[in-house]
């Protein structure tokens, strides 16, 4: 059966994760209050916020910053891309196009 949670993020009943992503108190409390899909969400969130600001996940201090990310996008008010953030394809030259004036 699966197991069904209030989701903080998205503010509705949904399938929850079948264990807590990783140890600790943050873990356990991600495994009762975020869904499946919430997850899911955070992961491609993280690739941006991991690529944006260059951060290393093997680096302990860089695994602050992306736990504070993480924990403001699962349970903040806030769903703010980073500062500065363009989507790849935007404001960026595109393969075989026009090199971009400096």
């Keep these: 059966m699966t197991r069904v949670v209030f989701c ?3 503010k509705r009943e949904l399938p929850g ?3 807590p992503p990783f140890p600790g108190p943050l873990g ?3 495994y009762r209050e975020i869904s499946r899909d919430a997850w899911e969400l955070w992961r491609e969130y993280q690739t ?3 690529n944006h600001y260059g951060l290393n996940p ?3 201090d860089d695994r602050v910053i992306l736990r504070q990310h993480m924990e403001l996008f699962l349970f ?3 769903d703010e891309l980073p500062e500065e953030w363009v989507p790849p394809g935007l404001g960026q ?3 075989g196009g026009p090199a971009r004036k400096k």
């Design 8 to 10: 903080a993020k998205l």
């Design 17 to 19: 994760l079948d264990r």
């Design 28 to 30: 356990e409390r991600i």
């Design 48 to 50: 941006i916020v991991i």
């Design 58 to 60: 093997a680096d302990p």
């Design 76 to 78: 903040g008010d806030s």
């Design 93 to 95: 030259p595109t393969k």
